[in-house]
């Protein structure tokens, strides 16, 4: 059997209880190397043989899980975050129906609720926005035009652009060509939840700057919207004017 697991942002208490269970009694992992800490292997038995899925190619990964499962082993492949989210889990899991090989998921933190957590920032403030959008630029990977950046900013919703941390320019010029301008407030978040965790409070206008200034070129998310600044409302969920299932309306005066 094949559990793919989502590690959580990078600490590695942030991973679930089912997550760390998962890797203490695999037989093989094949961890994304190029974006989970290392600490977490740390769940690993001895004698568990520990691959890092960077320096492979999807046939090589899908070998290797299937020579496990001829052996009867169980093979864990640990995603960062979660693995629904850029996880390139969809091809891996089509090749394991054709094969026959049983697999579940267990899902992670994932690191734009970590970046989230560093901030100590809510992203759906009432008054601010209502909405999360989780994009990236177009890179090597293409992104279909209707999902342009443009286009989402046009929304002027909370945004979590991942991916994007070597195009700071570009993305700036994409959410200006939406509804921001150089004054939204914006952040950067490197290796979120990481002993060398950075969180940057800028503008749309001063991402590119303040990027290069502390040297963050990938493993960062780029957060933009009026919810980094809070919102001009409370929200009703707490409000004493606004009775609940739960509590009653208790009128002030
Ligand atoms: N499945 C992952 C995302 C993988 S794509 C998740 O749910 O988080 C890789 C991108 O995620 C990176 O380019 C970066 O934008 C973001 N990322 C992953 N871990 C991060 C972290 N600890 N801090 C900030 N950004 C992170």
Same mark, same amino acid.
């Given at each position: 059997?094949?559990?793919?697991?989502?590690?959580? /942002?990078?600490? /590695?208490?942030?991973?679930?209880?089912?997550?760390?269970?998962?890797?203490?009694?695999?037989?093989?992992?094949?961890?994304?190397?190029?974006?989970?800490?290392?600490?977490?292997?740390?769940?690993?038995?001895?004698?568990?043989?520990?691959?890092?899925?960077?320096?492979?190619?999807?046939?090589?990964?899908?070998?290797?899980?299937?020579?496990?499962?001829?052996?009867?082993?169980?093979?864990?492949?640990?995603?960062?975050?979660?693995?629904?989210?850029?996880?390139?889990? =969809?091809?891996?899991?089509?090749?394991?129906?054709?094969?026959?090989?049983?697999?579940?998921?267990? /899902?992670? #933190?994932?690191?734009?609720?970590?970046?989230?957590?560093a901030l100590r920032a809510?992203?759906? #403030?009432?008054?601010?926005?209502?909405?999360?959008?989780?994009?990236?630029?177009?890179?090597?990977? /293409?992104?279909?035009?209707?999902?342009? #950046?443009?286009?989402?900013?046009?929304?002027?919703?909370?945004?979590?652009?991942?991916?994007?941390?070597?195009?700071?320019?570009?993305?700036?010029?994409?959410?200006? =060509?939406?509804?921001?301008?150089?004054?939204?407030?914006?952040?950067?978040?490197?290796?979120?939840?990481?002993?060398?965790?950075?969180c940057? =409070?800028?503008?749309?206008?001063? !991402?590119?700057?303040?990027?290069?200034?502390?040297?963050?070129?990938?493993?960062?998310?780029? !957060?933009?919207?009026?919810?980094?600044?809070?919102?001009?409302? =409370?929200?009703? !969920?707490?409000?004493?004017?606004?009775?609940?299932?739960?509590?009653?309306?208790?009128?002030?005066?």
């Amino acid at each position: 059997m094949v559990h793919f697991v989502g590690a959580g /942002p990078g600490a /590695p208490d942030l991973i679930t209880l089912r997550g760390a269970r998962l890797l203490e009694n695999a037989d093989l992992v094949i961890y994304a190397g190029s974006l989970v800490s290392p600490a977490l292997l740390s769940y690993c038995r001895e004698s568990c043989r520990i691959l890092n899925s960077a320096e492979m190619t999807l046939e090589e990964i899908v070998e290797a899980m299937q020579k496990a499962e001829e052996r009867g082993e169980t093979t864990v492949r640990l995603h960062t975050g979660d693995p629904s989210v850029y996880g390139a889990i =969809r091809e891996q899991t089509e090749r394991l129906d054709a094969l026959g090989i049983s697999y579940d998921v267990t /899902p992670g #933190v994932s690191s734009f609720c970590g970046a989230a957590a560093a901030l100590r920032a809510e992203y759906t #403030v009432p008054g601010a926005s209502q909405t999360v959008i989780l994009t990236r630029m177009a890179g090597r990977t /293409p992104v279909p035009e209707r999902e342009s #950046v443009a286009a989402l900013a046009a929304h002027g919703s909370s945004m979590a652009v991942f991916l994007s941390a070597g195009m700071l320019e570009k993305l700036r010029a994409e959410l200006i =060509r939406g509804a921001y301008s150089d004054e939204t407030p914006a952040a950067l978040v490197y290796k979120a939840s990481w002993p060398e965790e950075k969180c940057i =409070r800028c503008t749309v206008g001063t !991402l590119a700057q303040r990027a290069e200034e502390n040297g963050i070129q990938k493993t960062a998310l780029v !957060l933009v919207g009026d919810f980094l600044e809070g919102g001009p409302e =409370r929200s009703r !969920l707490y409000d004493p004017a606004f009775g609940t299932e739960y509590r009653e309306r208790k009128d002030q005066g």
